[in-house]
């Protein structure tokens, strides 16, 4: 700021002839408003006349059409600078301690069901999704490092109570940040992929088999109830024969062979894919597409039992669709991380494409 005073304190008429009036437009606005005071030769011997005060601030339709207006980006500037200005610095050995005060809780749920998982492995799994994710963030101020530690804690106890692990190997399960709308704030989220989601459905009795259709506009598709397999006809070796993406659906076999069928619309793909952080849409667009379908299709699957399985079935559901109330775009303001290249089976990915299995 020194710097700056200085620069502008000695200005005279005869630099703001030789610089063709650059200097008129980068005096702060108290030096503008002085300009009037001072003699006047200095004021005769400008040939450029002043430019105006408020030049940044332009009327929103000036703007080019691609851009937004100019008091969103002040505004915009703004708040990314405070949110720069207002975290501190990741601590990944803070961040173990909250992952430490979720034993108790989990390993009780553990016992109470039976089963064969282990806190300090979820623990360390979690952790290091928690700093691949920071790492490979585009934008470090929403990645889950700058979750809150609630949320980060709830993640691995429910890890417990859907009979699931963050095992990279098995890929059940991730973590992956999500922006809490009413809380204006980053939260952790135990994401279950489109195998974990089929692996409760199967192991509550629930269904024996799901798999995601995705329907284009020149298929012959008819539409007949929820409980219906609908009428698919294409030829699935000429994809660009059968045009756009119109929508698609999940196709779940129960064991008494009857059938639920979940439609999913584009307008819902769209809300889906907007409110990844990843840019895994991008490289894997129709497999991110089936298994956004697979995903909503497992809310619609019945619970046939009382069980504790049956019960994990259940929650998980509840779950859900609490995560798709509360979730939100990210704000237009900030950059969202971005996913590097790497094995399907790597954590670093916020979201896993989904792959048809074959019956």
Not at 260 to 287: H, Y
Request: aromatic share 10%.
């Amino acid at each position: 700021m020194q710097r700056t005073a200085q620069q502008h304190s000695g200005y005279t008429a005869m630099d703001q002839g030789q610089h063709h009036g650059r200097n008129n437009d980068m005096r702060p606005p108290m030096e503008q408003q002085r300009a009037p005071q001072r003699s006047g030769q200095s004021r005769s011997v400008q040939t450029r006349p002043q430019q105006p005060a408020q030049r940044a601030q332009s009327h929103p339709q000036e703007q080019h059409p691609n851009q937004p207006p100019a008091q969103w980006q002040a505004q915009n500037n703004q708040r990314k600078q405070q949110s720069r200005n207002t975290l501190p610095a990741a601590n990944f050995n803070e961040i173990g301690s909250v992952l430490d005060g979720a034993k108790d809780s989990f390993e009780k749920i553990a016992k109470s069901s039976g089963l064969d998982i282990r806190f300090y492995e979820e623990a360390i799994y979690a952790k290091q999704l928690i700093e691949a994710n920071f790492n490979n963030s585009n934008n470090k101020d929403f990645s889950l490092a700058y979750a809150t530690h609630e949320s980060i804690k709830k993640s691995l106890v429910l890890v417990a109570n859907s009979g699931l692990t963050l095992n990279p190997q098995l890929g059940l399960a991730y973590l992956v940040p999500r922006w809490n709308k009413n809380l204006k704030r980053v939260e952790c989220h135990l994401e279950p992929s489109y195998k974990g989601l089929r692996r409760l459905g199967i192991d509550s009795g629930a269904i024996d088999s799901a798999v995601a259709e995705l329907v284009y506009k020149n298929d012959d598709f008819k539409w007949v109830d929820r409980f219906t397999k609908p009428i698919h006809e294409y030829n699935p070796f000429d994809s660009k024969a059968r045009g756009e993406l119109v929508g698609g659906y999940c196709l779940a076999r129960r064991p008494d062979g009857s059938f639920i069928c979940t439609p999913v619309s584009m307008d819902l793909i769209n809300k889906v894919r907007n409110l990844s952080f990843g840019a895994i849409w991008n490289d894997w667009f129709e497999q991110m597409v089936s298994k956004s379908i697979i995903r909503q299709g497992f809310k619609d699957w019945p619970i046939n039992s009382t069980g504790p399985i049956a019960m994990r079935l259940s929650a998980m559901q509840d779950y859900l669709k609490g995560v798709d109330a509360n979730t939100d775009t990210v704000p237009e303001y900030d950059t969202q991380p971005v996913v590097n290249g790497h094995d399907e089976h790597l954590p670093y990915h916020e979201e896993m494409p989904y792959y048809q299995p074959q019956y």
